[in-house]
């Protein structure tokens, strides 16, 4: 079980930094403007979010440090 644990640890320390910049990103690769950018970097957001909280889920934190996880994941999204 440790082989496991150590590479999805790092998978896991990554998973955050990988998000990063890609929502504004990917909308200006995808030349979108006003309402649709708008709804795309929103929905772009909300997955990111979502991932940050199954990671979080996945390290069994709670409370404070659940939501301190999560903050860190999503600086830059």
Do not use: W, Y
Request: charged share 20%.
């Amino acid at each position: 079980m440790t082989r496991l644990a150590i590479p999805l640890a790092i998978m896991i320390a990554f998973a955050g930094p990988a998000f990063a910049d890609t929502c504004k990103s990917q909308a200006t690769a995808k030349s979108l403007h006003g309402a649709a950018e708008t709804s795309f970097i929103k929905k772009c957001s909300s997955d990111a979010k979502s991932k940050c909280e199954t990671d979080a889920k996945a390290k069994s934190l709670h409370g404070a440090a659940e939501m301190s996880f999560v903050t860190k994941c999503m600086k830059g999204v």
